[in-house]
């Protein structure tokens, strides 16, 4: 089936710097959404993205909803401790099921006080 | 004012036992799903049932069997359990429509020895 390349597979950074992740898949998509999943728990909603060339900020978050429908980036800007956890994109395939949310398999970002 | 509520949180069994996992959600979704993440934290749809009506059975084993008794409730029962259904099961609720993201429960750590 349909698989997202989401990357980076991890991160590791700073307290106040800024994190940027992304998706691709090989067919087009109609919906992107971002997660974040912290230890324990299932994962949250971030943002959802539903038109080509969509840039859409929760806060310090941001995304995009790619012109070419096959990717799409989230970035988080001034980054600090609460901020870690593991972060999944997730798509509905263009022609799809519409009851079929494929994810990606998620950037584990760790950030160091 | 739990979204979507999944019990039990862990559950600890031997191979070869029958176990069931609940969830409920309480947002008026049409939608429900079962959602199956392994050590690696990759998510994986098992299950999707619109209206208690299934739609979607992502090549399951058929000793996984979901039931939907009202709209409101998926569980998922699973028979003889083998090492390898260790993981964590994630139930998620949407409305009905492409454009819904879904929403999570927290997760049933299943480990079977």
């Known amino acids: 089936g349909q698989q997202l390349n989401q990357s980076p597979q991890s991160m590791f950074i700073q307290e106040g710097e800024d994190v940027s992740m992304n998706c691709t898949s090989s067919?087009?998509?109609?919906?992107w959404l971002w997660y974040k999943q912290d230890p324990g728990e299932g994962p949250v909603l971030l943002i959802a993205l539903y038109k080509a060339g969509e840039l859409t900020s929760n806060g310090r978050l941001t995304a995009q909803f790619g012109i070419t429908r096959k990717d799409s980036f989230l970035n988080i800007s001034a980054s600090i401790p609460s901020d870690v956890g593991i972060y999944f994109c997730?798509?509905?395939?263009?022609?799809?099921?519409?009851?079929?949310?494929?994810f990606g398999k998620g950037t584990l970002l760790t950030v160091n006080p | 004012d739990t979204a979507v509520s999944q019990t039990p949180k862990y559950l600890v069994t031997q191979m070869g036992n029958d176990k069931s996992i609940k969830c409920e959600q309480n947002l008026g979704h049409d939608t429900m799903y079962w959602y199956k993440q392994d050590s690696k934290k990759f998510l994986k749809i098992m299950f999707s049932?619109?209206?208690?009506?299934?739609?979607i059975n992502e090549t399951v084993p058929n000793r996984f069997s979901p039931k939907s008794p009202d709209k409101a409730h998926l569980n998922l029962h699973i028979n003889s359990l083998e090492l390898g259904d260790s993981a964590v099961y994630f139930c998620?609720?949407?409305?009905?429509?492409?454009?819904?993201?879904?929403?999570f429960g927290n997760g049933t750590r299943l480990t079977v020895t």
């Open positions: 067919s087009i998509f109609n919906t």
């Open positions: 049932y619109n209206n208690k009506e299934l739609i």
């Open positions: 998620a609720s949407s409305r009905q429509g492409s454009n819904s993201p879904l929403h």
């Open positions: 997730a798509g509905r395939e263009s022609g799809g099921s519409n009851y079929k949310l494929t």
